[in-house]
């Protein structure tokens, strides 16, 4: 069977951006959060595991974000990395992933935004 990569606007092959958006639907989290003093509620998406090389791969990909090293939560659990992106950078974001996300996902990502 012959298979083609499809491109998207910005040239990237899609195969990357389903791998990464396969890995955000089972391992990611997006919303409204409140943010700073005012306490202001923005949205935020975010993929937290220990695999650096996943995290780094969406930064790569993306060129927007930042990644955060988190200490262990209790004893006997791993460090953490995660990558995290806010506002309307967040959006464009989901936009890009919506199509190869579950339906689940899809539907809440539209009450979300």
């Keep these: 069977m012959c298979t083609k990569t499809l491109k998207n606007s910005m040239n990237k092959p899609n195969t990357e951006l389903a791998y990464l958006a396969g890995v955000f639907d089972g391992e990611g989290s997006f919303g409204m959060w ?7 509620k923005d949205f935020r998406l975010s993929v937290e595991m220990i695999d650096t090389d996943i995290i ?3 930064l790569k990909y993306f060129k927007k974000g930042s990644i955060t090293t988190l200490d262990p939560r209790k004893e006997g659990y791993q ?25 689940r996902r899809q539907a809440k990502f539209k009450e979300a935004a």
């Design 79 to 103: 460090r953490t990395f995660r990558w995290r992106v806010c506002s309307e950078e967040a959006r464009v974001i989901m936009r890009e992933m919506l199509p190869f996300l579950s339906k």
């Design 34 to 40: 409140s943010r700073g003093k005012k306490k202001t």
């Design 56 to 58: 780094l791969r969406f």
